[in-house]
C-alpha cells in the first residue's frame, strides 16, 4: 500500500465545475505539499500546508491532520486548470526533508 | 527571479551509453533533490544534498546512478550504462532552509530520458 493515496486517479468536468481531490496518507507528517504538473512541463508548487486551509484564487487547500487527509479544491473551474495535481508530504521525523508522492490525479476540463 | 533549470531537457540515449544531467537550483537554496518520475506515475526520492553534502542516496536505483553537487550549488545526475528501465523524466527540486517551516521546494522542469 502507498503512503500517499489520491482519488480520483482521473476527472473529467464540465468547465464551471467544482472540483475536489482527495489526498490520504498514512504516515505522521510535518507537512503536506499540493503540486501542478501540466504536459510536458514542470511541476510547480500550489501550496504547503501543516494545519486548518488555505487559499489562493480559485484554489483552496484543507488539511485534518487527525484523519490524515487532505482535499484540494478548485472552484469555477476552467480548461487551463487541466492538469495533473499531486499530493506530497514531508515526513515528521526531523531532518528528513525527502517528499513521499501520491500518484497524482489527471484533471480534465472540458470547455 | 530564476527558478530551478535543468539540462538537457530531452535527452535520447542507446542503451549502454553513459549520461549527465545538470540541475542549477535556486541561488542560496541550501538544499537540493533528485527524483525520478516513471510515466504515469508520481515522482520518486533519490538523493538529497545540504550543501555539498550527500545526506541521503537511499533512493538512487542501482550503482549505476551517482550524483554530485561539489560546490554546493550546481548538481549533476550521471547515469552509467543506461538501460530501458531508467526512461523516465528527473526532477531537481531546491529549498532555502533547514528549518521544517521552509521546507517548501522549488522544482525545475525536468529532463525526460529516453532509453532506446
Known amino acids: 500500500k502507498n503512503e500517499v493515496e489520491q482519488s480520483p486517479q482521473n476527472l473529467t468536468a464540465q468547465e464551471g465545475e467544482f472540483i475536489t481531490i482527495n489526498c490520504s496518507y498514512s504516515?505522521?507528517?510535518?507537512?503536506l505539499h499540493w503540486l501542478q504538473q501540466h504536459p510536458g512541463g514542470g511541476i510547480v508548487s500550489l501550496f504547503m500546508l501543516s494545519s486548518g486551509k488555505k487559499k489562493h484564487g480559485r484554489l483552496i487547500a484543507t488539511i485534518n491532520i487527525q484523519e490524515k487527509h487532505s482535499s484540494l479544491h478548485i472552484t469555477a473551474s476552467h480548461p487551463r486548470d487541466s492538469a495533473v495535481y499531486i499530493c506530497a508530504v514531508l515526513p515528521s521525523n526531523f531532518g528528513n526533508e525527502k517528499l513521499t508522492f501520491g500518484t497524482g490525479t489527471r484533471l480534465t476540463i472540458i470547455p | 527571479g530564476a527558478g530551478v533549470s535543468q539540462s538537457p531537457r530531452y535527452k535520447v540515449a542507446k542503451r549502454g551509453q553513459d549520461v549527465a544531467l545538470r540541475c542549477d537550483p535556486i541561488?542560496?537554496?541550501?538544499?537540493l533533490f533528485w527524483y525520478q518520475q516513471a510515466l504515469g506515475q508520481g515522482p520518486e526520492f533519490l538523493t538529497y544534498?545540504?550543501?555539498?553534502?550527500?545526506?541521503?542516496k537511499s533512493g538512487l536505483p542501482s550503482d549505476r546512478f551517482f550524483a554530485e553537487r561539489p560546490e554546493g550549488s550546481v548538481s549533476t545526475l550521471k547515469i552509467q550504462r543506461t538501460q530501458q528501465e531508467d526512461s523516465a523524466v528527473y526532477l531537481c527540486a531546491s529549498s532555502f532552509k533547514r528549518d521544517w517551516s521552509s521546507y517548501e521546494q522549488y522544482f525545475g522542469p525536468g529532463t525526460r530520458l529516453t532509453v532506446t
Open positions: 504516515v505522521g507528517i510535518s507537512a
Open positions: 544534498f545540504q550543501n555539498e553534502a550527500q545526506l541521503d
Open positions: 541561488s542560496g537554496h541550501v538544499s
